[in-house]
């Protein structure tokens, strides 16, 4: 059985909400869940999924996953079956929303010093938001979908896309704003209600639709504190394996010390730009998110933009961060540069300094900068090395390892480029580095830990942020008790009943218990299987051929999984009947 995991708080990027009431009704209720199948999914998972009463919402292709409302009650017989990879929850998130009046942003990138040479035009950008004011004057929305219920077109109902919206590509025209790449096509997907909630299968929709519709740059600026589903993590990595630019709002999870690793989802997934947010001082907004995901920072405090219904408003936030970095993308893919991992690293390597000299977790590579990413030149070398860390051993279920892992990291140096001088990692969230020789083998059990790895290159110039992985070992199996002391005996037609005090448990601390099975066997083999309650006084019958009952010897077997997919069994004290 895989393990489902069931997340109880969302936290967005200025407000938190409730998980939605499907998730915490009774047994009998509906939920929406996320199934990722080892195969694509066709017309046998189809049918499994309605033949556990269940409704299927859409069958995705970007991975092979199927969104489904199922009831509560068939969880268990879904994940169990041997099709299905992992059964998640379709949790719900939000955007955040506009404050204060005081604009300026697009100035401070030096987006206007490009413009008369670069607007990004047609660069096709797609908005993951609660839509966009199609009929606004000073937005060219060349395209629209919803994949919200209920609603009809990606026309925004809540504001918060069309302010997003505005500060990537608001027109040139005399009026109202400037956007970034003012030129850029713009394509309003809407994942996100008129509440500013949207859930992970309506998401993951748009998602695909901005794959399967060639779009360049895909901003998101919304997020969790949570992580996010497998199905999700993977899609984001296929739509940037296949060449598009993911931004992303780092999270308002920060605080004014700037301390602690609080960058959110999805902008802390590795295939992602986190954009953190900056006020007219250059200064860190004080609840921008940091840590050692964060990649570049931009204008978020009171920028000024497109409004829906025609006007103008405000909004403050990483929210408004990310969409700047957006637009920044789509001037370079104008330019010439259409690699998205190119744009990326140039996004980097250009920035403005800002915080401690080179990569920091407060304000990552610095300010995105327009005009020096367009016009950025090498020699001299200014282009940071690239790292990779990369995992080995035995994968057992549900993303566990059940061996030691080795962890490798490997280095190199842009083309043309000094060489790299030393390569560093980090085993507690970048608190400390130590120097890179050989691999790294970890045999003990852990949950969620992180290695990080960055490189610096012998004209001084420091990787950032680092590459990242994170893994879970268990090779222990679980701790199986019994304790069965007979109480009473009886012989009955076809064998023998026992009542029996029973105390047996069963415990993992770490992956957990994810499966138990009960069996009362005698010494030739006859049982009664998955007896039940698993703790107090039960009474259960042995069944046995003929009547030669005396004498014979009964085991109470219990059987135990852990989610890895370790198993251990124990057995009770036997029991002669006389």
């Known amino acids: 059985m895989k393990k489902i995991v069931w997340h109880f708080l969302v936290t967005i990027l200025l407000i938190t909400l409730a998980l939605p009431a499907n998730l915490t009704s009774a047994q009998s209720d509906m939920v929406d869940v996320l199934v990722t199948f080892y195969q694509p999914p066709g017309p046998d998972e189809i049918a499994l999924i309605e033949s556990l009463g269940g409704t299927v919402k859409v069958v995705y292709h970007i991975v092979p996953t199927i969104a489904a409302k199922i009831p509560a009650a068939s969880l268990d017989e879904l994940s169990d079956d041997p099709r299905v990879r992992l059964v998640e929850p379709d949790i719900t998130i939000s955007g955040c929303f506009a404050s204060e009046v005081l604009p300026w942003g697009v100035d401070r990138v030096d987006a206007e010093l490009v413009h008369p040479t670069n607007k990004g035009t047609g660069v096709k950008v797609a908005v993951l938001d609660t839509g966009i004011d199609l009929d606004h004057p000073d937005l060219n929305v060349v395209g629209n979908v919803t994949f919200v219920p209920d609603t009809i077109d990606g026309d925004d109902d809540n504001g918060h896309g069309t302010l997003v919206a505005g500060v990537i590509a608001a027109l040139d025209n005399d009026i109202g704003v400037i956007g970034v790449a003012p030129e850029a096509a713009l394509y309003a997907v809407k994942v996100l209600k008129s509440t500013g909630s949207g859930g992970m299968s309506d998401i993951l929709s748009g998602i695909q639709w901005s794959a399967d519709n060639g779009m360049q740059v895909m901003n998101m600026s919304f997020g969790s504190i ?299 083999g006859y049982y009664s299987t998955n007896l039940a309650p698993v703790y107090g006084t039960i009474t259960v019958e042995a069944w046995c051929e003929g009547w ?31």
């Open 226 to 524: 949570m992580d996010w589903p497998e199905a999700m993590k993977q899609a984001l990595d296929n739509a940037y394996s296949a060449g598009m630019v993911i931004v992303a709002g780092a999270g308002n999870g920060g605080n004014p010390g700037g301390e602690g690793n609080n960058v959110w989802a999805p902008a802390r997934l590795k295939p992602v730009i986190a954009v953190g947010a900056t006020d007219e001082q250059d200064n860190r907004y004080s609840a921008s998110s940091t840590g050692y995901q964060l990649e570049l920072m931009a204008p978020g405090v009171n920028i000024y933009s497109t409004a829906m219904g025609g006007g103008y408003g405000n909004i403050t936030g990483t929210s408004a961060s990310s969409p700047h970095a957006a637009g920044v993308a789509a001037l370079l893919i104008t330019s010439g540069l259409t690699n998205s991992v190119a744009i990326r690293h140039r996004l980097r390597d250009s920035a403005i300094d800002l915080g401690t000299a080179g990569w920091d977790t407060q304000y990552g590579n610095g300010l995105v900068n327009a005009n020096l990413a367009i016009n950025f030149t090498e020699p001299p070398d200014q282009s940071a090395p690239t790292t990779t860390v990369t995992l080995s051993g035995t994968m057992g279920e549900n993303n566990w390892y059940v061996s030691d892992v080795t962890v490798t990291i490997t280095a190199t140096d842009n083309l043309g480029g000094t060489g790299v001088a030393e390569t560093k990692y980090s085993l507690d969230s970048g608190a400390t580095w130590n120097t890179y020789t050989t691999p790294l083998v970890f045999s003990n059990d852990v949950k969620n830990f992180v290695v990080l790895a960055r490189s610096w290159d012998n004209a001084g110039n420091d990787e950032g942020p680092p590459d990242f992985m994170s893994f879970n070992i268990d090779q222990t199996p679980p701790v199986v008790t019994e304790t069965c002391v007979p109480t009473e005996t009886k012989r009955v037609r076809k064998g023998v009943t026992f009542t029996i005090d029973y105390n047996g448990w069963v415990d993992d601390a770490m992956s957990g218990v994810n499966g138990t099975t009960h069996t009362l066997i005698d010494e030739y």
């Open 548 to 578: 030669d009952r005396d004498g014979r010897t009964y085991t109470f077997h219990r059987w135990a999984k852990d989610a890895a997919g370790n198993q251990a069994v124990a057995d009770a004290i036997s029991t002669v009947v006389k």
